[in-house]
Each structure stands twice: as C-alpha cells, then as structure tokens.
C-alpha cells in the first residue's frame, strides 16, 4: 500500500487519520450497532435458516462498506485540496479498510478466546489470527480501496474524472466482493466448491483490484508525465524513464530489461517520482529541493 502512494502521495497524518476511522469509528460506533440491527431484520424476513446462511452478507456489505466510506467524506471535507481524485480515493480507501480489518481481528480474536468457556484461549486467538491473517489481503483493505474509488468517481471532484455509472458499478462491485465472502459457505453449499471457492474469489478480487487502480491512477500517470518532460532537456530524465515512471507496470519492466538491472531501474524511478513531486510542490519553479533531487536523480544515471 505504500509502494502504490507514490503518484499523489498522501501524507502519514492523513493515512493515518483514514486508518483510525477504519478502526474505531467505522468497525465500532457504525458497523457493530447497525449489523446488529439489520441481522435481526433478516431473521425477521426471512427466518433463523435464512438469516444464518446468508444474513453476513446481506448486512456486513451495506453497513460496513458505507461506514468506512464515511471516512473518506470526513477526509474530503477536512482536506479537500489533499483528496480529489479516483486514486486518492483508492489509497486512502485502502488504509480505511485496513484500520477496519485491523480492529475487527483483534475484536474476533477476543470472541474466538471468550468461547467455550475460555478453554484453549491461546489455540483459538491463533487460529483466528491466522486464518483472518492469510485472507487479509483480499479482505477489507481490498473492498474499501475499490469502492472508495468508485465513490470519488461519482463525486467527480478532478476535472474530467467524473463517471457516475463506472464509479456506481465500481462500488457495487466491492459490495458483491465482500458479499461473496461472508457467504462463501452459502455460495459452496458445503460441497466441493467450499475448498475451491476462496482461491476463486481471491483471484477475481485481485484482478479487479489492478483493473481499478489502473484506471484510477490515469489522470495521476498524465500529471507524472507532463511535470516532468520538461526534464528530458536536463538530462535527469530520459524517454525510457518518463514512460517507466508514468506508465504501466509493462512500462516498468520494460525498463528494468532495459538497464539489465532491477536495483538501478527502481533507484531511478523512484528518484524521478521525488523530483516529480519536488517540481509539484515547488510550483515548477527551481526550488532547492528541485535542485537536490534533479542533482541526485543525474548522479544516479552516472553510476554503473
């Protein structure tokens, strides 16, 4: 998640900020109270069998996706200059989702130690640790990353970014994720799909999940470009290294084949990302830090 805060960077304070809303105010003041109310409202409707099958997804999808998303409301408002378009939606969704997985862990390892009686307290919490741990990535970081994307979609707060219809299909897409996997046991029916499924899921996820970051970071990718053509006639960057740093991950091994050197490839382009973000920062004008970072980014180039 760091390594992808790179084109935009956001600040720690501010990632911070998302991950405390992901794990207090979304997971206890929000999420806990509303699952709890609307569980009851599936029983009611459907029954105590159709409640327990499929009441997790039905419920945790609407509340708790909603809940987290708040946060990047909050954030917006708090610093609407820091948080405009799809990919900071995506970044600061991820940090949300992930200060919500965080707490809720700790919360079902509690549960999980509490159970029969408190016997094999220790077994139990790691158990839950680890099963929750392995699926973490496919978990909430992942469901609020894509669907805070699709909510900044909507909001369309980046001149030409917005797209109501992508962002709505964007966030019902992390709802239907985050349903199919608290009702994974209803979807296998216990049969043999139970072993198949997760692996299944996981792998649609995470190929949505690149599907959307490469969309939203397009307009980040044109900005990347367009700060720093002005460099090629520097010297401190040259055409293989402005089409690695403001494209693709093709782009990038693209360049790490062509320097015969992934170690060197990787120094330069995250040097080139600082000076991008220097010259940003900077108002395009020749700053010491431009300066330090240009000077670094040409020494970097004359080693072998």
């Given amino acids: 998640m760091r390594h992808h805060n790179r084109?935009?960077?956001?600040?720690?304070?501010?990632?911070?900020t998302g991950f405390v809303w992901g794990g207090v105010a979304a997971t206890f003041w929000i999420a806990l109270p509303a699952n709890a109310a609307l569980l009851a409202v599936w029983a009611k409707i459907g029954g105590t069998s159709f409640a327990q099958t499929w009441g997790a997804g039905l419920t945790a999808p609407i509340n708790e996706e909603f809940a987290k998303a708040i946060g990047l409301v909050l954030l917006i408002g708090l610093a609407p200059r820091l948080v405009r378009s799809a990919y900071d939606g995506f970044i600061i969704g991820a940090f949300i989702g992930l200060g919500f997985q965080v707490f809720e862990d700790i919360l079902y390892v509690y549960n999980g130690a509490t159970q029969q009686y408190g016997?094999?307290?220790?077994?139990?919490?790691?158990?839950v640790f680890i099963v929750r741990g392995a699926a973490g990535i496919v978990s909430h970081a992942?469901?609020?990353a894509i669907f805070c994307a699709g909510l900044m979609w909507v909001l369309g707060r980046t001149r030409g970014e917005r797209n109501v219809v992508r962002g709505i299909l964007t966030m019902l897409m992390a709802m239907f994720f985050h349903?199919?996997?608290?009702?994974?046991?209803?979807?296998?029916?216990g049969g043999v799909w139970a072993g198949i499924l997760p692996f299944?899921?996981?792998?649609?996820?995470?190929?949505?999940?690149?599907?959307v970051l490469r969309h939203a970071a397009k307009h980040e990718r044109t900005w990347i470009r367009e700060l720093l053509t002005p460099e090629l006639a520097t010297g401190a960057v040259d055409p293989p290294l402005l089409d690695a740093v403001s494209g693709l991950h093709k782009d990038r091994k693209k360049y790490r084949k062509h320097l015969h050197s992934r170690r060197k490839a990787n120094h330069l382009m995250e040097a080139a990302s600082d000076l991008a973000q220097a010259i940003?920062?900077?108002?395009a004008t020749d700053s010491p830090a431009v300066t330090h970072t240009r000077a670094e980014l040409l020494r970097l180039h004359?080693?072998?």
């Fill in 302 to 304: 004359s080693k072998p």
């Fill in 119 to 127: 016997v094999d307290q220790l077994g139990s919490s790691l158990r």
């Fill in 142 to 144: 992942l469901f609020s």
């Fill in 7 to 16: 084109f935009t960077a956001q600040p720690a304070s501010l990632l911070a």
């Fill in 200 to 211: 299944l899921i996981a792998a649609v996820e995470l190929t949505a999940l690149f599907y």
């Fill in 179 to 189: 349903f199919a996997w608290d009702d994974m046991g209803g979807l296998s029916n």
């Fill in 280 to 283: 940003a920062q900077s108002n």
